[in-house]
């Protein structure tokens, strides 16, 4: 069982950035592949990034590339959405995933996710 916990989110302006963490509990994070996910009002969640368990690899959609890095501390069972540039249409809440995983492998789809966090409120005025 792993329990995931967001924080970082908040209000800032158009331009501004972020940084989202999320903490794991348990002693196997590095045998997890993580995501980031949003969910905005009126529509459905959509992935947003996601990293293998040793981070060698990484995904974005298309809309935040070049502008979010996600990265993940091992040692800290910790993985990180940094966020700049951002844009009012990045407003949303923010979910972290976790998922054990037998590779090293990404996890895009929200169904391949075991292990949800309660959300963070991201919010960007214009």
């Known amino acids: 069982q792993v329990q995931l916990v967001e924080s970082g989110g908040g209000l800032v302006q158009a331009g501004g950035s972020l940084r989202l963490s999320c903490a794991a509990s348990?002693?196997?994070?590095?045998?997890?592949?993580m995501g980031w996910f949003r969910q905005a009002p009126g529509k459905e969640r959509e992935s947003v990034s996601a990293i293998s368990w040793s981070g060698g690899n990484t995904y974005y959609t298309d809309s935040v590339k070049g502008r979010f890095t996600i990265s993940r501390d091992n040692a800290k069972n910790t993985v990180y959405l940094q966020m700049n540039s951002l844009k009012p249409e990045d407003t949303a809440v923010y979910y972290c995933a976790a998922r054990f995983v037998y590779s090293d492998r990404l996890l895009t789809n929200e169904n391949d996710y075991d292990y949800w966090g309660q959300g963070t409120q991201v919010s960007v005025s214009s």
């Open positions: 348990g002693r196997t994070f590095s045998s997890y592949a």
